[in-house]
Nanobody, 117 residues
């Protein structure tokens, strides 16, 4: 029902920038979208999320450096500036579809971001 495709990851030096993209190919409505990340050997945590109305929320560790945006209902971006080694992780796109009774979540395959010092 929902297929998420991420792009834009890679290797960058400390202080550099990357822009991640996520496109949702879906036959249902996409409500909220979000980026999560999972560093090596650690759990997957929320980085930023954006609702259909544009309301955003960020993890404290990325506030002021990362910006989440959507240019239409099914495409989302994460602009990452002033990157640091702790930002190294696999980044996952997440999409939520709300029903009257529950929320369905969908995940992309993940994309590697590596920040070298």
């Amino acid at each position: 029902q929902v297929h998420l495709v991420e792009s834009g990851g890679g290797l960058v030096q400390v202080g550099g920038s990357l822009r991640l993209s996520c496109t949702a190919n879906a036959n249902i409505s996409i409500d909220a979208m979000a980026w999560y990340r999972q560093p090596p050997g650690k759990q997957r945590d929320l980085v930023a999320q954006i609702a259909n109305g544009g309301k955003t929320n960020y993890a404290d560790s990325v506030k002021g450096r990362f910006t989440i945006s959507r240019d239409n209902a099914n495409t989302m971006f994460l602009q990452m500036n002033s990157l640091k080694p702790p930002d190294t992780a696999v980044y996952y796109c997440n999409a939520a579809h709300y029903t009257d009774q529950w929320v369905d979540y969908y995940w992309g395959q993940g994309i590697q971001v590596t920040v070298s010092s």
